[in-house]
């Protein structure tokens, strides 16, 4: 996946160009999604609209367009696209536009951007791949990711409550998860809300069953049954670790 719109107007700082350059740079990138891009002032004005921006006068826009050595008339009528030479300059200039985005793109499907936006990068990075593989059928890879998050929230609130040693053994490492969400779930000093506890070992299983159940798949009724419960359990302990405040 090539790097989204939000990201490129970023980069290229496109909010402060004029508005020639505005239109130069998205055809540029729409060109890179699209072989032989080619686009109409009508289009244009809808980019415009939905970046939250002034609506360029038609006219002058084609008047403008028309000038411009950056772009040639296009093979539809009233159509245009952008001149070979300035598309592979553009290219030079912009070559981040090539590579592969590590972005994860997702919606709030299962956990709210509002619950997990400042709080940790690597919380953050697992939350929008649970959501993402969510949105795009991963089911097995979602449980999985899921069960991961409870398990780091869950050490988070032990160490957050100085009693990390009761999830530790002899050796000093962290026991399996389990294990602590048996003391999770027994523990007055963590002083988990009833709902959470009763769900705890749900959530375990369904990534456990994802993750070693060598004929076992996830659908999408296994999650989607779950995540009010996982939602709210995974803000409660956010709250417990002292992550959220």
Known sequence: MGISLNSFIEKTDL??????????????????????????????????????????????????????????????????????????????????????SEEIEATDTILPASLYEKTRGYIESLSRQINASYENNIFDGCAVLMRRLLEICLIHSYEHQGIDTEIRDSNGNYKMLSDIVSNAINNPKLSLSRNTKSCLEDFRAIGNFSAHKIYYNARRSDIQKVILEYRAAIEELLYKNGIKK
């Open 15 to 100: 909010l402060t160009q004029t508005e020639i350059d505005k239109v130069r740079l998205l055809a540029f990138y729409h060109h890179s999604h699209q072989e032989n891009f080619e686009f109409s002032v009508d289009l244009v004005c809808d980019w415009f609209e939905k970046l939250g921006l002034h609506k360029p006068n038609k006219s002058r826009l084609k008047q403008n367009l028309g000038k411009s050595r950056s772009f040639v008339k296009g093979r539809e009528q009233e159509s245009f696209r952008l001149h070979a030479n300035k598309l592979k300059s553009l290219r030079r200039e912009h070559s981040f536009i090539e590579e592969k």
